[in-house]
T-cell receptor
Framework: DTGVSQDPRHKITKRGQNVTFRCDPISEHNRLYWYRQTLGQGPEFLTYFQNEAQLEKSRLLSDRFSAERPKGSFSTLEIQRTEQGDSAMYLC?????????????FGPGTRLTVL | AQKITQTQPGMFVQEKEAVTLDCTYDTSDPSYGLFWYKQPSSGEMIFLIYQGSYDQQNATEGRYSLNFQKARKSANLVISASQLGDSAMYFCAMRDGMNTGFQKLVFGTGTRLLVSP
């Protein structure tokens, strides 16, 4: 069990550029989540996949944000035309589809800075 | 609407002493789960403990225990015998609609715990 991995760990970009982050969940976890965490706040839910199906999507996820999980394994989160307000830590989590409470295991996050 | 409130921005405790981190929640759903996560300076969220709304007993996990008072809608985390490595941010989170497919966790703003020697 290597844990949830995210790439890159840090990304600095200029306003207006597109960025893409990758998340590799724990193998055999079929549930995958994206959260955003700004300074001094707790994580905020963005979206959730069960296998390749995107089942929940927050209103925080504007049209500039898109997430995919094409084969039910890794996931990508793309932000188009980045704005300074997009600067945050983007956290990915995964969980197995068993048990009652389905504890979510988090990755180390990708810290995005938009200049 | 779901809401988690953590009113302590920071807490200090001496090594080997116990500390309680407060969490209150609001939901209209009778079926919900409460989670505590630890976030060290490295940034990774580490799951600590879980309490279900229908659980009869307070959850315990090693040095962590949850003081669950359903009528008061509180789920305080108790850390016994604090260690220097416990210094971190602690987040309370809730997931309601446990009997549905909803998976979203709602987090509080966190409490920063500092353990001194």
């Amino acid at each position: 069990d290597t844990g949830v991995s995210q790439d890159p760990r840090h990304k600095i970009t200029k306003r207006g550029q597109n960025v893409t982050f990758r998340c590799d969940p724990i193998s055999e976890h079929n549930r995958l989540y994206w959260y955003r965490q700004t300074l001094g706040q707790g994580p905020e839910f963005l979206t959730y996949f069960q296998n390749e199906a995107q089942l929940e999507k927050s209103r925080l996820l504007s049209d500039r944000f898109s997430a995919e999980r094409p084969k039910g394994s890794f996931s990508t989160l793309e932000i188009q035309r980045t704005e300074q307000g997009d600067s945050a830590m983007y956290l990915c989590a995964s969980s197995p589809d068993r048990g009652y409470y389905n504890e979510q295991f988090f990755g180390p996050g990708t810290r995005l800075t938009v200049l | 609407a779901q809401k988690i409130t953590q009113t302590q921005p920071g807490m200090f405790v001496q090594e080997k002493e116990a500390v309680t981190l407060d969490c209150t929640y609001d939901t209209s759903d009778p079926s919900y789960g409460l989670f505590w996560y630890k976030q060290p300076s490295s940034g990774e969220m580490i799951f600590l403990i879980y309490q279900g709304s229908y659980d009869q007993q307070n959850a315990t996990e090693g040095r962590y225990s949850l003081n669950f008072q359903k009528a008061r809608k509180s789920a305080n985390l108790v850390i016994s015998a604090s260690q220097l490595g416990d210094s971190a941010m602690y987040f309370c989170a809730m997931r309601d609609g446990m009997n549905t497919g909803f998976q979203k966790l709602v987090f509080g703003t966190g409490t920063r715990l500092l353990v001194s020697p």
